[in-house]
């Protein structure tokens, strides 16, 4: 027995051993991460990010350097805080937040300690920074604006958040990413590739060689260059004829859906959004509840059409074929549809048939138009969904589908609509209880972009593109099916001439006479639209909204667009006069009626905006 | 000589000679600078143990040389010798590290506590062989405890407590020899105890213990045992426990403590305390099956675990050699030891054999403390692993430890 105890001690040494290290080096493969994680160095190469480029080829965002502090909290050893802190302008308790943060995200990866110091504060610091252990500086690209517009369309980049690091594996912290716009749409194609190069590194963090021969390493890849749709000089030229406005343009050329215009106002300096000046400036912006600059309303914002849905109304009725092109109506100032319900109008030559009831836009020729289209069938409900029908075939009522993140759908409203509304069938409704849709100004609601692109698809006779923003990709023409399928519309060819002329007619006797362009045949509809705000819990009506829509030429059309003013009150007073502008400043590329850009240029709605807010009765309509 | 030459055990030779070049394989791994280096500079860690162990081969045959009676002969001039060169630590000794355990001679320094072990084992082997010596026998017993305990306790004054750890390994051919069942009985018990109150704690220890007593006894009852004997082992097990927390707290001093934390999973501070342990553990677990390749081990490369030329070494198997050149190592431990203890069965001379066992428990202990260490199964103790960590000192002290005893085995039939 005494013999046996060495003989016990070793077998049971040697197969204790071997267990621990079978289960450590051959059944537990955490190890090799791990090792990976400690001893292999990933040094990032971030490439530049691509350029934007307008339709023209004129650059409009290029790069500019920056540079980041980064650390990896296991390598930070003890330093001296307030040195540092005063070194990258934050203050110590700022700097230990950070700190935390860094070790709550990870205490091996690099996180982000302050982003985007310029060159200068680079220089310095760099001198300094091998005091600090575990502090590195990371070089990444910036944003160079080369406009002072635009801001809603392009969008900027900022740190991708912790939220967006957990989704999408392809962040890490401090890397930066598109926000809204451009940017945020075409974040792959302009992000290019990150590259990597791994380093075995020793304890003291110093690179060793390369690991297994950089068989994991990459190469970054520069970011793809977009080209816009967007003219940057009527880009430019839209958003100052909006200071002091509130509202949306959406210019398009019709043959292609492409994006001409995207204004929205107030807007704001896209350089804002740049470096370290951002967080505060975007806390700024989106605090800016009343202007709300952030907010784009040229794709966000919905309102009642007013008039220029006259224009869609009377292709339905055509399509539909309840009227004649000859037949007329006589209007008595108004048209009363029972029980007292009566649809005002203005004072304009009457009768009035199709082609000169859009040109004088008489609310009672196209409500009796509309009445007869819906009360064509047997019942409202299927009255109203035809029409339906035939409206959202221009793209109204859904998201239009463009290549940027925001909008809306507006409103279209169906029988399911009015069946709730009135609590059908309890009760019963007819056609006169949707009347205002004739005109604009019922339930239907749109956006700016939808009613830009419901006038291309009538100034393209029946179809349209799509509307987009990017025309090309690294060179290579857009070829996503979504923007290169024409739609059709189902109103047929033939209706469209009429409609057009009415539209031409609104420049030679109508609504808009003095905003003709010199040499230029130009097709138009004024609107005007009532509407409400509510302050402080109370409901008020407040000046019209001017509205107007556009195309030109009238053969051949280069040039389709929307133009909302807020509280403009009458279409041809500012959203007309602002139209024109946009047209003529796009096919004539210059401006000869500067007495109508003196106009534009030298009155401003900010009183009307500040009404509500006064706290004092006010006037509308004025 | 030539004779010697003959008689001398090839196999022991030959694993021992694996160890030293298997371990200076490592060691160039864990030290080397650029890929053109010369294999034999003295300004590098391997250049110096390449030193080391050609002037360890040159001392192995002047072992061998020597005249197999002058072991015998010299036991207690060798041991005297011994203690004092321990004594002589505390006057002329060289502080590294806080522990005073060096003798420095320019860019050398000479460890005497690795010599020590020798000097214990010869001076053990020649009192138990005395003819009037028998270990069941207390004053004996006391008389031999004293041979191991005085430099014992020179060491642990050093303080080297990692080395004092080797002393217990002197145990085994005591108990060879006959030395009671109990001591080692209660040994392991108490070292049970210490390490279920350390992990579980005495409120949940102590019952469970008096309820296993209780039940060993009444299954025992037969045999009709002393109740006192049970009281007395169930009082003291159970004051030992009691006092665990104040041996951690009161007798280890805090970085001690801090490794039984570690061990048994209570600190995990892997930038602390348990630093060594995690990246000795990442090595080694990443090297799989077949590890990642001689001088490729990342770990190893970014010298990311410490002291890993030294105790740390096996760790370095592991990551560039793998489960198949950690099991080499364990399998060829355990052939040695257990080609020891063969030898040491058939020694004729009992001085031969306490000797002999000696030997191989004294390997032993290294290489169970060593190992269990680097992969977190005992708590952090400086020792080395034989022949194959990094260190003069200790590769002549097994070396001359080892070759007595192969002498002695050459020449076990002129022995007895």
């Given amino acids: ?622 | 000589m030539p004779k010697t030459l003959l008689q001398i055990d090839w196999l022991t030779i030959l694993i021992i000679s694996i160890l030293i070049g298997f371990g200076w394989v490592n060691i160039y791994s864990t030290t080397f600078v650029s890929e053109e280096e010369i294999i034999f500079d003295l300004s590098r860690i391997y250049g110096k143990q390449l030193f080391w162990i050609i002037l360890g081969i040159v001392i192995s045959i002047v072992i061998l040389a020597l005249e197999s009676k002058f072991f015998e002969r010299f036991a207690s001039v060798i041991y005297i010798f011994a203690i004092l060169s321990l004594i002589g630590l505390f006057i002329f000794g060289k502080t590294i590290a806080g522990q005073t355990a060096w003798y420095s001679f320019g860019a050398f320094s000479i460890q005497p506590a690795e010599f020590v072990k020798t000097a214990v084992a010869l001076a053990l082997a020649k009192y138990i062989s005395e003819m009037d010596n028998d270990l069941s026998k207390f004053t004996s017993q006391l008389k031999a405890f004293a041979i191991i305990g005085l430099p014992l306790a020179l060491i642990m004054l050093q303080p080297d407590a990692g080395s004092a750890v080797i002393y217990l390994s002197f145990v085994i051919p005591l108990y060879r020899e006959g030395l009671p069942h109990f001591y080692i009985t209660y040994g392991l018990l108490a070292v049970a105890i210490f390490i279920l109150t350390l992990k579980f704690g005495f409120s949940i220890f102590a019952p469970v213990f008096v309820a296993l007593f209780i039940i060993i006894y009444l299954f025992n009852r037969k045999k009709k045992p002393k109740l006192w004997r049970y009281i007395l082992v169930l009082i003291f097990g159970l004051g030992f426990s009691y006092s665990v927390n104040f041996i951690l707290n009161s007798v280890l001093l805090p970085h001690q403590k801090e490794r039984f934390n570690v061990l048994i999973g209570e600190t995990n501070d892997i930038r602390g305390a348990a630093f060594n342990l995690y990246q000795s553990e990442v090595a080694i677990g990443s090297g799989g099956w077949t590890g990642k390749g001689w001088l490729k081990g990342s770990q190893t490369q970014g010298r990311f675990v410490p002291e890993q030329h030294t105790d740390y070494i096996f760790s370095t198997v592991g990551e560039e050699w793998g489960f198949f050149g950690t099991s080499l190592v364990i399998i060829l431990f355990s052939i040695l030891i257990l080609r020891l203890y063969h030898l040491a069965e058939r020694q004729k001379s009992q001085f031969s054999r306490v000797y002999g066992y000696s030997v191989l428990a004294v390997i032993f202990v290294h290489f169970f403390v060593n190992i269990a260490m680097v992969i977190g199964l005992f708590p952090t103790v400086g020792i080395p692993l034989p022949f194959f960590s990094y260190g003069g000192s200790g590769l002549w002290g097994f070396l001359i430890l080892v070759l007595i005893f192969l002498k002695l085995d050459a020449k076990r039939k002129s022995l007895n």
């Fill in chain 1, 1 to 622: 027995m005494r013999k046996l105890l060495p003989i016990i001690l070793v077998s049971f040494a040697a197969f204790l051993f071997l267990i621990r290290l079978f289960y450590l080096q051959v059944l537990n493969e955490s190890y090799d991460e791990v090792s990976n994680n400690i001893s292999v160095r990933k040094v990032y190469d971030y490439p530049q990010r691509g350029y934007i480029y307008d339709r023209n080829g004129k650059l409009m965002v290029g790069n500019q350097p920056a540079y980041d502090v980064m650390a990896v909290p296991l390598e930070v050893k003890e330093f001296d805080t307030l040195e540092l802190a005063s070194l990258l302008k934050l203050t110590p308790k700022r700097l230990k937040i950070q700190l935390e943060k860094a070790w709550r995200y990870s205490p091996r990866l690099a996180s982000l300690i302050t982003p985007q110091l310029t060159k200068k504060e680079y220089a310095y610091l760099q001198e300094r920074m091998h005091k600090y252990e575990g502090f590195y500086i990371q070089k990444r690209s910036l944003r160079d604006y080369n406009a002072d517009h635009s801001a809603n369309i392009l969008g900027y980049i900022a740190e991708v958040g912790p939220g967006e690091i957990s989704k999408n594996s392809y962040y890490q912290s401090g890397d930066l990413k598109g926000k809204q716009g451009v940017e945020e749409q075409y974040e792959e194609a302009l992000r290019g590739e990150r590259g990597v190069k791994h380093y075995l590194r020793d304890i003291h963090n110093k690179n060793i060689k390369p690991f297994k021969e950089g068989k994991f390493d990459t190469l970054s890849e520069k970011g793809s260059d977009l080209k816009l749709t967007i003219d940057a000089e009527l880009q430019a030229y839209g958003e100052l004829l909006m200071q002091g406005k509130r509202g949306g343009i959406v210019a398009l050329e019709p043959a292609t859906g492409e994006i001409l215009s995207l204004i929205t106002a107030p807007s704001y300096d896209p350089d804002l959004l740049v470096g370290r000046k951002r967080s505060r400036n975007f806390t700024k912006l989106y605090y800016d509840t009343i202007q709300k600059p952030l907010y784009n309303r040229a794709l966000q914002a919905v309102y009642a059409p007013g008039s220029p849905f006259k224009a869609l109304t009377g292709l339905v009725a055509l399509q539909e074929g309840v009227v004649g092109l000859e037949e007329s109506f006589n209007c008595y100032g108004g048209y009363s549809y029972g029980r007292g319900a009566r649809m005002g109008c203005h004072n304009h030559p009457s009768p009035v048939e199709m082609v000169t009831g859009i040109a004088h836009s008489c609310n009672s020729y196209f409500a009796q138009i509309y009445r007869r289209t819906i009360e064509k069938y047997d019942t409202p409900q299927k009255g109203i969904d035809v029409w339906r029908k035939h409206m959202a075939s221009f793209g109204l009522g859904d998201y239009l589908g463009y290549d940027l993140k925001v909008g809306r759908a507006g409103l279209l409203p169906d029988s399911d609509y009015y069946n709730k509304a009135y609590n059908y069938p309890t009760y019963e409704w007819y056609a006169s209880a949707t009347l205002s849709n004739a005109i604009g100004q019922g339930e239907v609601l749109t956006t700016p972009i939808q009613l830009a692109n419901a006038t291309a698809a009538i100034a393209n006779k029946g179809w349209f593109y799509r509307p987009h923003i990017v025309k090309s990709i690294a060179g290579s023409p857009i070829e996503d099916e979504k923007y290169t399928t024409k739609q059709v519309t189902t109103i047929d060819q033939k209706h469209f001439e009429p409609i057009i002329q009415g539209m031409h007619d609104v420049f030679n006797y109508g609504t808009a006479t003095y905003l003709r362009v010199p040499g230029i045949e130009v097709c138009g509809k004024t609107g005007t639209s009532e509407n409400y705000t509510v302050v402080d819990g109370e409901r008020m009506q407040l000046t019209d909204h001017s509205i107007f829509v556009a195309f030109a030429p009238k053969e051949n059309p280069k040039i389709a667009l929307a133009v909302f003013v807020e509280n403009g009150y009458w279409g041809s007073r500012y959203a007309g006069r602002i139209s024109s502008l946009m047209i003529e400043k796009y096919l004539k590329d210059k401006i000869e009626r500067k007495d109508l850009e003196k106009w534009i240029l030298s009155n401003t709605l900010e009183d009307e905006y500040a009404k509500p807010y006064s706290g004092e009765d006010f006037k509308i309509n004025q």
